[in-house]
C-alpha cells in the first residue's frame, strides 16, 4: 500500500526516531575525547611520580657522596660542588637531566644537594601546564 502523499519527509523523520543503528558509534565518538585524555593524564601522571623518586634518589646520593668522597682524589671524586652536581646527574636514573639542575652547599655540619626540574605536561586536549619538581637532601659531615 502506498503511503499519503501528505506524510512526506515528516513521516521518514518520525521514522528515524525510533531507528537504534549507529547509536554505540555516536556514543563512542562523544566519549572518546575524555578517555583519551583521562588515559594520557593518568601516563603524565605517572611520570611525575617517577621523575620525582628519580631526582630525589639522586639528592640522596649525591650528599652522601660529598660527605663521604669530600677529599680530592677519592673515587667518586664530590670534592667540589661543581662535581657534586655532576655526580648527582649520574645518579638520576630513568631520564637524562643536566648538572645544571642541581646545586649543592654546605652549611655548618652538612652537605645538602637541591634539585629543581621544570616538568611539561602535555595532554591531548588540555593547555599545557608546567610544574616544577624540587627535592633536597642533606648529610651530615
Known amino acids: ?28 565518538a562523544l566519549l572518546l575525547p575524555f578517555f583519551v585524555t583521562l588515559l594520557f593524564g593518568i601516563i603524565q601522571f605517572g611520570q611525575v611520580l617517577f621523575f620525582q623518586a628519580a631526582l630525589q634518589h639522586a ?53 645538602c644537594v637541591t634539585a629543581s626540574y621544570p616538568y611539561n605536561f602535555s595532554i591531548p586536549f588540555m593547555n599545557a601546564f608546567h610544574l616544577t619538581l624540587t627535592a633536597n637532601a642533606c648529610y651530615p659531615v
Open 1 to 28: 500500500m502506498a503511503r499519503p502523499a501528505a506524510a512526506g519527509w515528516f513521516g521518514q523523520a518520525r521514522g528515524l526516531g525510533r531507528c537504534r543503528r549507529g547509536v554505540t558509534a555516536l556514543e563512542f
Open 59 to 111: 639528592v640522596i646520593e649525591a650528599a652522601r657522596c660529598a660527605s663521604v668522597y669530600a677529599s680530592a682524589g677519592s673515587s667518586p671524586d664530590c670534592s667540589t660542588p661543581t662535581n657534586v652536581a655532576t655526580y648527582a646527574a649520574t645518579q638520576a636514573y630513568g631520564f637524562n637531566v643536566g648538572s645544571g639542575a642541581f646545586s649543592a652547599t654546605s652549611p655548618t655540619g652538612y652537605h
